[in-house]
């Protein structure tokens, strides 16, 4: 079974080159594609979206208010595709209910290895962004994610499992 993904960025360079790639790489199935915020969150309440590849900046609703309003009304679970490092926009994304966040630097494996991790319950952080929170006294803000002691336990050095080039520590 295929993995249902839906994908919302305002360039349509990037929507139509992940909707070639991403097929190739994994088994994805694009069942749609949107162009800003509003349009992701009809689709995700009216189709059945395994994963939602969200852009943070685009026109009528940004990607992190999407994320609020998708992982609120749907099961469909979200990951930020994005150029933006920001630590308001990560810790605001993840908030509320990213299940992961991305760089667009990423290769097309590893976009669908996030695609992948995040579809079965792994939270996924481009390494790039963890490195701004390098150095300081707390990291991204995981609270809402409640790991059972297993999961703490084999967790090395207290890192949640990661796909190389992709990590996030607690």
Known sequence: MSIRVLICDDDS????SLKVLLPLKGDIEIVSVAENGEEAVSICTTEEIDVAL????????SGVEAVKEIAS???TKCLILTTF???DYINEAMEYG???????NSTPDQIVQSITSVYNNTIVMNENVLNKFQGKNSGPQFTKYD????????MPSGMIP?????????
Do not use: Q, V
């Open 54 to 61: 969200l852009d943070i900046r685009m026109p009528k609703r």
């Open 162 to 170: 990661s796909i190389p080039g992709l990590t996030a520590r607690m």
């Open 98 to 104: 990213a299940k992961g966040y991305i760089l667009k």
């Open 13 to 16: 360079l990037i929507r139509e």
């Open 147 to 154: 790991f059972t002691e297993r999961e703490k336990d084999i």
């Open 85 to 87: 490092d920001e630590e």
């Open 73 to 75: 009304k749907t099961d």
